[in-house]
Nanobody
Framework: QVQLGESGGGLVEPGGSLTLSCAAF????????MGWFRQAPGKQRELVAL???????TYADSVKGRFTISRDNAKNTVYLQMSLLKPEDTAVYYC???????????WGKGTLVTVSS
């Protein structure tokens, strides 16, 4: 069993920056893919960014060039550095682990990011 705990959400002005952190508790395999999803009010949950233990990154087109995902394998922690934030980035951000070997998905409880002046 894996538990995920996000932190770092909050209120930020347009154009500002924010960094989210997610610590994973439990056994984490090198094959696990860690990432971030988000869900805005009235919308479906969508992928933001993914990262493998080897550092390969995937981004949604809407955040490319503005967000950076990173991972500390020793600490089982994934980060999301967000810059040039826009009001449309407002959402609950969820930490996620995909464990393909067992077809399992683990989710955090989410952290709210609000971009507003």
């Amino acid at each position: 069993q894996v538990q995920l705990g996000e932190s770092g959400g909050g209120l930020v002005e347009p154009g500002g920056s924010l960094t989210l952190s997610c610590a994973a508790f439990g056994i984490i395999y090198s094959s696990d893919v860690m990432g971030w999803f988000r869900q805005a009010p009235g919308k479906q949950r969508e992928l933001v960014a993914l990262i493998t233990s080897g550092g390969r990154q995937t981004y949604a087109d809407s955040v490319k060039g503005r967000f950076t995902i990173s991972r500390d394998n020793a600490k089982n922690t994934v980060y999301l550095q967000m810059s040039l934030l826009k009001p449309e980035d407002t959402a609950v951000y969820y930490c996620h682990i995909r464990r393909d070997m067992y077809s399992l998905d683990y989710w955090g409880k989410g952290t709210l990011v609000t971009v507003s002046s």
